[in-house]
C-alpha cells in the first residue's frame, strides 16, 4: 500500500468540519468520506480521527447523537453546530490563504 | 481554553465513564462497518475483523488520546496519578517511611531555622505601614579599629538628628523599660515603651480603644502622664473592661489609661511584647530627679532608639548621608559641652539608617551571624536527605523496571512515566513536609528556647511565611529527588530490558547511587568539621578560668519603688536589707555590688611613676561591701580583703587583682601602694587622695572572655557610695542557685520597705550568656552534623546492602572458585568504604576552603585544625566501615549451591 500523503498541520479538523458540513455523519462516514473524496489518496487514521472529534466536541464546534443507522442499528452521529460552522469558514479562509502563499513562495523560488 | 471550552471540559469529566463507554461502543462500530466492507472487497469474515482491528490499531492509546479531550486532562491525570502513587505507596511501607521521615529532619531543620531567623531579622512587625520604607537609626563610630554601632542614643541626639528633614518623611522615638506595674500585691515588672506621639502613625490601625497621644502629652518639661495599654494586657489583666481614664501605677508615677492598642500591636520591639505605652517624656520620673533634669540638657545617657520612614523615591543611602551630617553637627554641640568627646577624625562618626530588626541591624552580635551560618547547615541537611531519597527512588525504579517496562511497551507515554515519578515524590515531599512541620513544632523548641527571646509568640499552624517556606523545601525535594530516577525510568530502553534478566543493567545505576553517596559523605564531613570547630570553641570559651564561680550565685536587684529616702536614709535601709538578706535561710553570704558581671566600669586613674596608666589598658573597679570575695569565691591571694571597719572617714583602701599590681609595680610589693582614682566626690584623679592597697586578688574575668589583661580593683561601698547600690549578689549552700531563686525573690521582697520588690536571676546565666554564641554554633552543628552523618550512613548502606542482594549470584560463583570468607568480606567492604575515602576527600577540602570565613566566630580555635579535620574523617570512615560491615557479613553466606544451580 502506498504511503498517504502526510496532511498539512491542522488541516484534519477542516477536512473533518467540510465533511460534516454535507450533513449528520458517524465517525466511520467521515473517514470513508474523506477517504473517498481524495481519490483513495488520503486516509484519515482512526487513531486521530476519534481524539479529534471529541476535541472538536468539547469546543462546541460538533454536537453528536445517537441515532439509527440505514441499517437499523444504534451509531453515534456527528453534526456541526453554528458554532463550527463559524469555525469552519474562519479555518477554510486561513488555509485558503496558506496555500496561496505557500504557492507564490514555491513559484517565486523556482524562477 | 475559552470559557466555553473549560464549561465543555468540566462537563465531559462528569460524564467521563459514560463517554469513555460510549467511545468503545462507536470504536466497536468503526470495526465492524469496516470488516463489512473489507468482506464486500473480498476477504474472508475472520481475515476481515482481523485486519480491521489491525487497522484501527491499539485501542487503549486511542482512548488515552480521546480521553485528553474531556475534563481537564491535567487535573484528571494528577488524581489518577495520586491514587496510584499512594497505591503504590501503601505497597512498600518501609520505603515509604525511611523516605518521609529523612524528609521530615530535612524539612524540619529548615523550617526551625527558617522560623527562626525569619522571625528575629525579617518579619515586618505587625501593623507597620509599608515596612519596607521603616528604618531603625544606627549611630555607628570606629575607634582603634573596633566598629560600634548603636542604636540608642540620648534623648538630645534624638531632637539633633531631627534636622535631617529633606530625606525622612516621618520620625518617631521610643525607649523600653521594665517597671512595676499595678498597685501592692499585684505590681508585676513589665514591659513598659516610651514613645513620642508620632511613634502611632508609622503602624495602620486605630486604637482598640480611645486614642494614642496628644503632641502636647509629651511637651516639655515631663509629658503628661497618660498611657495606653496593649491588648493582651487589656484582656488578661484587666479583664477587657472600659478602662479609659482609670487610673495604672506605672513604676512610682499615677498614668491615666486613654487607649488601649490594636491587637497584635507590639510597636518595633523584639521577644515578649510590651504591656504599656506611656509618652516617652514620663519615663525619666520613673529613673529618678538626676535623670528628670538631665535628659534635655546633656548628651550623657543613652535611653532613645529612633525609627524614621523614608520619602517616596529616596534611597536609604540618602537618608544616612543625611542623618550622618546632623550627626557630625549633634557631636560638635555635644564637644561644647564637654571637651571630652572625642574629634570626628579619630572615630569616623557615621549614621546609619538600617533595618528596624536589631539582629538584622549592624550592631547585632556573633549570635545573629552563627545563625545565618546554621541556616544555610540546614540547608545542607536538606540537600543530604535529598540524595538519601533519590538514592532510594533510584533503588526502588530499579527493583520496578520490569513493570515500568511492561506499562512502557502497553502504551503508557514516557510523559506520564515522569509525571507518575514527580506525583509520587511530590506525595511523599509533602507528607515529609507535613511531618517536618510537625518536627519544628514540638522538637524545634529546645532550639528555640535557645535562640528567640523569652515570649516570642510562636506558633506554626498560624504561621504562612513558615509554612510556605517549608512547602517550597518539599517542592524542591520532590524535585531534586524524582527527576533523576524518573528520565532514568523513561529511557527505559525495552527491548533489551525485557529480554534481559534482573542481574544486568545495574552497573550504571549503581554508578549514580555512588555519586549521591559521595555527595552525601562529602557534606556531612563539612558539617562535622563545622560541629567540630564550633564545639572546640565553646569548651575554650567554658575552660576560660574565671576566678570566680557563678553558679550558686543569684543575682538580686532591689527596686525601692520611689520609697522617699534621704541619703542618709539610705544608707541605713541599704544596710538593713543586706543583713535581711544574709539572714534568709541558705543564704551563705551576700554583698551589694556596683558592677554587674562583664558590665564593668572605669575611672581615671592615676599613679606616682607612671605617666600615663590609661595606655596600659582598661582598668576596671568594682565598688562592694566586704563579703564580695566570698560570695564570688575570688580569692584574695596577699595581704587582706576590706572588712566592716573601712568605712567612711578611715583611710581609702583597695584590693587589686594580681595582673593590675603586676603591671603597674612590676617587681615591686603591690602591699601599701597609693593609687589616685577620679571617683564620687573627686571625679578628677588629678585632685584625688591615696587611695592604698590593701590586699591582691586572682584575676577575674569580668570584662569579656578574652585575651585582654585582667585589670581590676575593688573598693569599699562605704567609702565611695554608701547610700547607693541596689544590686545584690547572694551565694547560696547549695551548688545550684536556679531552684532557690523564687524562695529568694519572694523573702527579699517581703524584707523591702514600701512597695519595694526584687527582681532576680541566676548570676550563672549572665556567664553563659558570653559563651552563648558559640554553644549556639556548637549545639546547632551537632545536631545538624549529627543528623547528616546518621543520614548519609544510611545511604551508604542501602547501596551497599542493595549491590550485596545484586551479586549474591556472583559471589556465590566467587565462593564455589574457592574464595574465601575474608575475600568477600574485603570485596563487599572495600566497595563500600571506596567512594567514602573519596567523600572524605572532597569534604574536608570544602571545609579547609569555607571554615576561614568562620574564623572571626570561633574563640581560640583555628578554622583549619589538622588534628579536627583528620579526626572527622576517620569518624567518617569508621562509620562507613560499619555500614559496609553488615551487608558483608550476609554476603559471606553467599551460598555457591545456589549460584550454580540458579543457572
Not at chain 2, 6 to 13: E, F, K, P
Not at chain 2, 29 to 43: F, K, S
Not at chain 2, 562 to 570: E, L, R, T, V
Not at chain 2, 689 to 696: D, L, P, R, Y
Request: proline share 5%.
Amino acid at each position: 500500500m502506498p504511503e498517504s500523503p502526510r496532511l498539512l498541520a491542522g488541516t484534519l479538523d477542516l477536512l473533518i468540519l467540510k465533511t460534516l458540513s454535507l450533513g449528520p455523519m458517524h465517525g466511520y462516514g467521515v473517514a470513508q468520506h474523506i477517504h473517498r473524496l481524495s481519490n483513495d489518496a488520503l486516509r484519515i487514521e482512526e487513531g486521530s480521527l476519534y481524539p479529534a472529534l471529541r476535541r472538536m466536541q468539547v469546543k462546541g464546534w460538533v454536537a453528536s447523537e445517537t441515532k439509527r443507522t440505514p441499517t437499523g442499528r444504534e451509531a453515534r452521529y456527528y453534526r456541526l453546530t453554528a458554532a463550527g460552522r463559524r469555525q469552519l469558514e474562519e479555518e477554510e479562509e486561513v488555509f485558503k490563504q496558506s496555500v496561496a502563499i505557500t504557492a507564490r513562495v514555491l513559484r517565486g523560488s523556482e524562477s | 481554553m475559552t470559557p466555553r471550552e473549560l464549561a465543555g471540559r468540566i462537563a465531559a469529566w462528569w460524564r467521563r465513564n459514560e463517554l469513555a463507554r460510549e467511545l468503545d461502543d462507536e470504536l466497536e462500530d468503526h470495526v465492524r462497518l469496516l470488516a463489512r466492507d473489507l468482506e464486500h472487497d473480498g476477504m474472508s469474515p475472520a481475515e476481515a475483523l482481523a485486519a480491521a482491528r489491525r487497522q484501527v490499531g491499539n485501542v487503549t492509546r486511542l482512548r488515552e488520546e480521546s480521553r485528553d479531550a474531556w475534563g481537564i486532562p491535567a487535573l484528571e491525570t494528577v488524581i489518577q496519578d495520586l491514587r496510584y502513587a499512594f497505591r503504590g505507596l501503601r505497597r512498600s511501607p518501609a520505603f515509604t517511611a525511611t523516605v518521609i521521615i529523612t524528609l521530615a529532619l530535612g524539612i524540619g531543620a529548615n523550617t526551625t531555622m527558617f522560623a527562626v531567623i525569619d522571625r528575629l531579622m525579617f518579619r515586618p512587625f505587625p501593623l507597620l505601614r509599608a515596612p519596607a520604607e521603616v528604618h531603625r537609626v544606627y549611630l555607628q563610630t570606629t575607634y582603634r579599629g573596633s566598629r560600634n554601632a548603636n542604636p540608642v542614643f540620648p534623648f538630645l541626639r534624638y531632637t539633633d538628628l531631627l534636622d535631617a528633614t529633606h530625606t525622612i518623611a516621618a520620625v518617631a522615638a521610643h525607649t523600653e523599660w521594665r517597671f512595676a506595674v499595678g498597685d501592692g500585691d499585684a505590681s508585676t515588672p513589665r514591659k513598659v515603651v516610651g514613645v513620642t506621639p508620632s511613634f502611632f502613625e508609622f503602624f495602620d490601625t486605630p486604637a482598640a480603644l480611645g486614642r494614642y497621644f496628644f503632641a502636647t502629652e509629651d511637651a516639655a518639661p515631663a509629658g503628661v502622664p497618660v498611657a495606653v495599654v496593649s491588648h493582651r494586657f487589656w484582656s488578661t489583666e484587666l479583664q477587657g473592661a472600659n478602662v479609659i481614664g482609670q487610673r495604672l501605677k506605672v513604676g512610682v508615677v499615677d498614668y491615666t489609661i486613654v487607649g488601649v492598642a490594636p491587637r497584635d500591636f507590639v510597636g518595633v520591639t523584639d521577644g515578649a511584647p510590651p504591656d504599656v505605652f506611656v509618652p516617652l517624656s514620663t519615663i525619666p520620673a520613673n529613673l529618678g530627679a538626676w535623670s528628670q533634669e538631665s535628659f534635655r540638657r546633656d548628651y550623657s545617657w543613652d535611653w532613645v532608639q529612633m525609627i524614621v520612614r523614608r520619602k517616596p523615591g529616596v534611597s536609604a543611602e540618602a537618608v544616612s548621608d543625611e542623618l550622618t551630617r546632623a550627626y557630625i553637627q549633634s557631636r560638635a554641640a555635644a564637644r561644647a559641652l564637654n571637651p571630652r568627646v572625642l574629634p570626628d577624625s579619630l572615630v569616623q562618626p557615621v549614621a546609619v539608617a538600617g533595618p528596624v530588626k536589631l539582629a538584622a541591624g549592624p550592631d547585632a552580635g556573633a549570635e545573629s551571624r552563627v545563625l545565618l551560618w546554621v541556616t544555610g547547615v540546614a540547608g545542607i541537611v536538606l540537600l543530604i536527605a535529598c540524595a538519601n531519597v533519590a538514592n532510594l527512588m533510584f533503588a526502588r525504579m530499579i527493583r520496578r523496571r520490569r513493570e515500568i517496562t511492561v506499562r512502557l511497551a502497553l502504551g503508557v507515554g514516557r510523559r506520564r512515566l515522569v509525571a507518575q515519578f514527580l506525583t509520587e515524590a511530590l506525595l511523599l515531599a509533602m507528607l515529609g513536609g507535613g511531618a517536618g512541620v510537625t518536627v519544628a513544632q514540638w522538637g524545634g523548641a529546645a532550639i528555640r528556647s535557645m535562640l528567640l527571646p523569652e515570649g516570642t509568640p510562636f506558633n506554626l499552624a498560624t504561621d504562612w511565611r513558615t509554612l510556605g517556606v517549608s512547602f517550597a523545601c518539599a517542592a524542591t525535594a520532590a524535585l531534586l529527588t524524582a527527576l533523576g530516577p524518573a528520565f532514568a525510568a523513561a529511557r527505559t530502553d525495552l527491548a533489551a530490558t525485557l529480554k534481559a534478566g534482573a542481574r544486568e543493567g545495574t552497573v550504571q545505576r549503581t554508578r549514580t547511587r555512588e555519586v549521591l553517596v559521595i555527595a552525601q559523605g562529602a557534606l556531612s564531613v563539612v558539617l562535622l568539621v563545622g560541629a567540630g570547630l564550633f564545639v572546640r570553641s565553646f569548651i575554650h570559651a567554658r575552660s576560660v578560668p574565671l576566678g570566680y564561680d557563678a553558679r550558686p550565685v543569684i543575682e538580686v536587684v532591689a527596686d525601692f519603688r520611689g520609697y522617699a529616702m534621704d541619703s542618709a536614709k539610705a544608707v541605713v535601709v541599704r544596710r538593713t536589707l543586706l543583713a535581711d538578706v544574709q539572714s534568709i535561710p541558705g543564704v551563705v553570704a551576700a554583698a551589694r555590688v556596683n558592677s554587674r558581671l562583664f558590665g564593668t566600669n572605669t575611672a581615671q586613674l592615676r599613679v606616682e611613676g607612671i605617666d600615663s596608666v590609661e595606655t596600659l589598658g582598661r582598668f576596671n573597679f568594682q565598688i562592694a561591701t566586704q563579703d564580695y570575695f566570698r560570695v564570688m569565691q575570688t580569692r584574695v591571694l596577699r595581704g587582706r580583703a576590706f572588712t566592716d571597719a573601712d568605712r567612711d572617714g578611715q583611710p581609702l583602701v583597695a584590693v587589686v587583682s594580681d595582673a593590675m599590681a603586676r603591671a603597674l609595680w612590676p617587681g615591686r610589693d603591690p602591699l601599701g601602694q597609693c593609687m589616685h582614682i577620679g571617683l564620687g566626690a573627686t571625679p578628677s584623679a588629678a585632685t584625688a587622695a591615696c587611695t592604698t592597697v590593701i590586699g591582691v586578688a586572682e584575676n577575674t574575668a569580668q570584662q569579656n572572655l578574652t585575651d585582654d589583661p585582667r585589670f581590676m580593683y575593688y573598693l569599699p561601698v562605704d567609702q565611695v557610695v554608701p547610700h547607693q547600690l541596689s544590686t545584690m549578689y547572694v551565694r547560696m549552700s547549695q551548688p545550684d542557685a536556679r531552684g532557690e531563686l523564687e524562695r529568694v525573690r519572694r523573702a527579699v521582697t517581703r524584707a523591702m520597705p514600701g512597695d519595694g520588690f526584687a527582681v532576680v536571676r541566676p548570676l550563672q546565666e549572665v556567664v553563659d550568656n558570653q559563651s552563648q554564641s558559640w554553644r549556639l554554633g556548637a549545639t546547632l552543628f551537632v545536631t545538624f552534623g549529627g543528623l547528616a552523618l546518621v543520614v548519609a550512613i544510611v545511604g551508604l548502606y542501602g547501596v551497599v546492602s542493595y549491590s550485596v542482594t545484586q551479586r549474591m549470584h556472583e559471589l556465590g560463583v566467587r565462593v564455589a572458585l574457592g574464595a574465601r570468607s575474608r575475600d568477600v568480606v574485603r570485596l563487599v567492604v572495600v566497595q563500600g568504604v571506596r567512594p567514602v575515602f573519596l567523600a572524605v576527600g572532597i569534604g574536608l577540602v570544602i571545609a579547609w576552603a569555607v571554615a576561614p570565613r568562620v574564623q572571626s566566630l570561633l574563640f581560640r580555635q583555628s578554622a583549619v585544625d589538622a588534628a579536627l579535620y583528620a579526626g572527622v574523617g576517620v569518624t567518617m570512615l569508621v562509620a562507613a566501615l560499619l555500614a559496609s560491615a553488615i551487608p558483608a557479613a550476609r554476603a559471606v553466606r553467599a551460598d555457591p549451591s545456589v549460584a550454580l544451580r540458579s543457572d
